[in-house]
């Protein structure tokens, strides 16, 4: 099975086995030329069944066994991660939301409340706040601007959008019983940024995801959040964001 489809401004072939990807990349379908392809194999599944074996493992998880369809969706992802590499892109992990044409992006380990704080933007917001994408955005760069892009890797919740937004910030999230917020260095984000980074295993590629990193932290504000689940953390990082209301130091 093949599609094409435009995915953080560059158009991809996908030839599958299983039909899954394709209906979950329905939004992002063109007709437009592509500019690279992806082939998924039965060896690449069976990649993936084995790295979320590892991963479960590794956090004391219940093994689940997943299916064969959307084991493929993992696959194609993880080659897409590295062929956006060429095209100056980045396959992040985190929760994207948009006000008035422009991203904020919060980061956190899994299972902190990076979609529980996206939700209270929200709700606090209305119409104004759109769902970039509640997992993994691309962030790109135009121009030496990071643009942060919807891609059909949306979470378990499937909150995204086919849009391209200016990211404006990044904020590293963790609980806390009081909301505080402050602005951080890109020497304090860069370690967790490059966690939250897909790293490919070709030593050419990854150094290049480090100078990607580097110029993302050097080219958008960068916070760190401690808050509870509570509207009121909404109202802080959202002010402090978008600057009307001054950052802790």
Not at 45 to 59: A, D, L, P, T
Not at 184 to 205: C, G, H, S
């Amino acid at each position: 099975m093949k599609g094409c489809y435009k995915i953080a401004g560059h158009v991809v072939e996908i030839e599958s086995i299983y039909e899954k990807i394709h209906t979950m990349c329905v939004d992002y379908r063109t007709t437009l030329p592509a500019e690279y392809s992806i082939v998924v194999t039965n060896a690449d599944i069976e990649k993936e069944r084995e790295y979320s074996r590892m991963q479960q493992e590794r956090e004391l998880q219940m093994i689940t066994e997943y299916s064969d369809d959307y084991l493929e969706t993992l696959a194609v992802y993880r080659q897409l991660a590295v062929c956006m590499i060429q095209y100056d892109t980045l396959l992040f992990h985190g929760s994207v939301v948009a006000v008035n044409n422009v991203g904020y992006l919060f980061t956190a380990k899994s299972g902190v409340g990076k979609s529980t704080h996206t939700s209270l933007w929200r709700k606090l917001l209305g119409k104004q706040a759109v769902m970039v994408n509640d997992d993994k955005p691309l962030i790109r760069f135009i121009e030496n601007k990071a643009v942060v892009c919807g891609t059909p890797w949306n979470g378990k919740h499937h909150l995204s959008s086919n849009v391209e937004v200016p990211l404006r910030s990044i904020c590293l999230l963790e609980r806390g019983l009081e909301n505080q917020i402050r602005k951080i260095t890109p020497v304090e984000a860069t370690t967790f940024l490059l966690k939250q980074t897909y790293l490919p295993e070709d030593r050419t590629k990854l150094l290049q995801v480090l100078s990607l990193v580097n110029r993302l932290s050097s080219s958008v504000a960068l916070y760190h959040l401690q808050c509870n689940m509570d509207l009121s953390a909404a109202e802080l990082s959202y002010g402090v964001m978008s600057g009307q209301i001054p950052a802790d130091k």
